[in-house]
């Protein structure tokens, strides 16, 4: 089975500026989330989506960041506007339901904010 | 605040032997846990999980022991092979959800 995708791979941009990631989970996969992951810590969970509904999004920074899942497939994750301390690796990760615990993650979209 | 902890940002082991990595959590209410390995620039892939109701779990060369009164799990892995260098995360959750906290993972590098 294809795996999750994510894209763009690597981005860079000036503080200030936004960025947008996509995400196309494993097919059938109800649940997505979206985790940051800063340099030398463990993912962090930043949105959980079950079909197109939010779950939690709890630890999502509102005032800057959105995410939105149409149709109940793909993804997509917005940073505006984007600052330093966003620099990090955003990973997509999906699961058959949400009462899984084994998530399958994409390769993750790194993003460096100059 | 960090409720689950790896306490070993790196372990260095001889090809053969075994790797033993730890993992510590704070909050009693999580009740199922998972080893998640990651190699550069690839997404974590799921190693081996455990549910409180055990205290171990085997899956071929990877164990994972979990002492609930201690709070704490590790991951064995015998014997040990230069492709198991990777960084190893450690996770848990409250039931079965996907909200899942993670460690700041531990670097293994097997020597041949």
């Known amino acids: 089975e294809a795996g999750v995708a994510q894209s763009p791979r690597y981005k860079i941009i000036e503080k200030r500026q936004s960025v947008a990631f996509w995400c196309n989970p494993i097919s059938g996969h109800a649940t997505l989330y979206w985790y940051q992951q800063i340099l030398g810590q463990g993912p962090k969970l930043l949105i959980q989506f079950q079909n197109n509904g939010v779950v939690d999004d709890s630890q999502l920074p509102k005032d800057r960041f959105s995410a939105e899942r149409l149709k109940g497939v793909d993804s997509t994750l917005k940073i505006q506007p984007a600052k330093l301390e966003d620099s990090a690796v955003y990973l997509c990760a999906s699961s058959y339901s949400s009462g899984a615990n084994v998530l399958t993650f994409g390769a993750g979209s790194r993003l460096t904010v100059l | 605040d960090q409720q689950v902890k790896q306490n070993s940002p790196s372990l260095s082991v001889q090809e053969g032997r075994i790797s033993i990595l730890n993992c510590d959590y704070t909050n009693s209410m999580f009740d199922y846990f998972l080893w998640y390995k990651k190699y550069p620039a690839e997404g974590p892939t799921f190693l081996i999980s455990?549910?409180?109701?055990?205290d171990k779990n085997e899956d071929g060369r990877f164990t994972v022991f979990l002492n609930k009164s201690a709070k704490h799990l590790s991951l064995h892995i015998v014997p040990s092979q230069p492709g198991d260098s990777a960084v190893y995360f450690c996770?848990?959750?409250?039931?079965?959800?996907?909200?899942?906290?993670f460690g700041k993972g531990t670097k293994l590098s097997v020597k041949p």
């Open positions: 455990i549910s409180s109701i055990k």
């Open positions: 996770a848990a959750s409250k039931g079965s959800q996907g909200n899942l906290i």
